[in-house]
């Protein structure tokens, strides 16, 4: 059982270029996340997916895209990254079961972009 | 409008010494309260969290926090901190765990 796994753990893309940063989840979650931390402002909400087949936009979605593949898998997309988007970027999983429900979060990617 | 405020960037105990880290925060529903661990190069790890109940909730590795509503705080506390417990240290508010809204963090030092 890993939990919350994601890849890269670090990549430098120059300005322009594409990427697609992969999460995925063996607890069989409906709902997942990405966001990005940045110094000095926390933990800030790109996209989420409720379910299999649905996504919606969180608190920063500007200059992103996501797919929920499948119940396992929520993957980012920058299409074409900026400095801006130099951070750290975390996804998460939730278990949504009364008491116990909780955001697991995966070990992030760091992203540098020049 | 939705927010999580932690006056605190940065504090420095002693190992041994009681630690109490604040959160304030502004929610327009029935809040549920969480506080997660960063340790450096890590992922957020869940100490405890706070949905309804007894005010005063107790977490992993001997931390509790409790829930004010007057005060709209959900400070967190540890009677004894050892250099494990070094790390960044998030409160959040959201509906159950959804769509979570996160403080700034802070950074806790512990000198021996």
């Known amino acids: 059982n890993a939990g919350v796994t994601q890849t890269p753990k670090f990549q430098v893309l120059k300005t322009g270029q594409s990427m697609t940063l992969q999460c995925a989840q063996d607890?069989?979650?409906?709902?997942m996340y990405w966001y990005r931390q940045d110094p000095g402002m926390g933990l800030r909400l790109i996209y989420y997916?409720?379910?299999?087949?649905?996504?919606d936009k969180g608190e920063v979605p500007n200059g992103y895209n996501v797919s929920r593949l499948n119940k396992r898998e929520f993957s980012l997309r920058l299409e074409s990254a900026a400095p801006s988007q130099t951070s750290v970027y975390f996804c998460?999983?939730?278990?949504?079961?009364?008491?116990?429900?909780?955001?697991?979060f995966g070990p992030g990617t760091r992203l540098t972009v020049l | 409008a939705q927010s999580v405020t932690q006056p605190d960037i940065h504090i420095t105990v002693s190992e041994g010494a009681s630690l109490e880290l604040r959160c304030n925060y502004s929610?327009?529903?029935?809040?549920?309260l969480f506080w997660y661990v960063q340790s450096p190069g890590q992922g957020l790890q869940l100490l405890l969290k706070?949905?309804?109940?007894?005010?005063l909730v107790q977490g992993i590795k001997g931390f509790e926090a409790e829930f004010k509503r007057s005060q709209s705080s959900f400070n967190l506390r540890k009677p004894s901190v050892h250099w494990s417990d070094a790390a960044e240290y998030f409160c959040?508010?959201?509906?159950?765990?959804?769509?979570?809204?996160f403080g700034t963090g802070t950074r806790l030092t512990v000198i021996p």
């Open positions: 959040a508010v959201g509906a159950w765990a959804n769509n979570l809204f």
């Open positions: 929610y327009g529903a029935t809040p549920y």
């Open positions: 706070y949905f309804s109940g007894d005010t």
């Open positions: 607890m069989n979650h409906n709902s």
């Open positions: 997916s409720a379910s299999e087949g649905t996504t």
């Open positions: 998460a999983s939730r278990l949504t079961s009364g008491s116990l429900d909780t955001q697991y």
